[in-house]
Nanobody
Framework: QVQLVESGGGLVQAGDSLRVSCAASGRTSSMYAMAWFRQVSGKEREFVAAVRWSGGSTIYADSVKGRFTISRDKAMSTMYLQMNSLKPEDTAVYSC????????????????????WGQGTQVTISS
């Protein structure tokens, strides 16, 4: 079992920066990748970014490429999402997820691939 806890959400203005974190505990050695997804009430969950836990390879959604940076600290078992140049349309609940199967990074945008999820943290961008 892997437990995931997000933190760092909040209310900021458009153009500001914010960093959210995801602390993993339990059988973290079983993780092959972690990812951030976001969801607005009434809409489908949207992929944001993913990182391969061992090698650090990353993949981003086009909507955040160049503005968001995903990273991980293996020693701390923590993943981060640095969000810059935030826009009102970035407002959502941001959730982290962990995948315990090795697969091509191109599959990491699919929520169904992930075995464990955090509860989410609200990020609100005011215009």
């Amino acid at each position: 079992q892997v437990q995931l806890v997000e933190s760092g959400g909040g209310l900021v203005q458009a153009g500001d920066s914010l960093r959210v974190s995801c602390a993993a505990s339990g059988r973290t050695s079983s993780m092959y990748a972690m990812a951030w997804f976001r969801q607005v009430s009434g809409k489908e969950r949207e992929f944001v970014a993913a990182v391969r836990w061992s090698g650090g390879s990353t993949i981003y959604a086009d909507s955040v490429k160049g503005r968001f940076t995903i990273s991980r600290d293996k020693a701390m078992s923590t993943m981060y999402l640095q969000m810059n140049s935030l826009k009102p349309e970035d407002t959502a609940v941001y959730s982290c997820a962990a995948d315990t199967l090795y697969r091509s990074i191109t599959y990491y945008g699919r929520p169904s691939q992930y075995d464990y999820w955090g509860q989410g943290t609200q990020v609100t961008i005011s215009s």
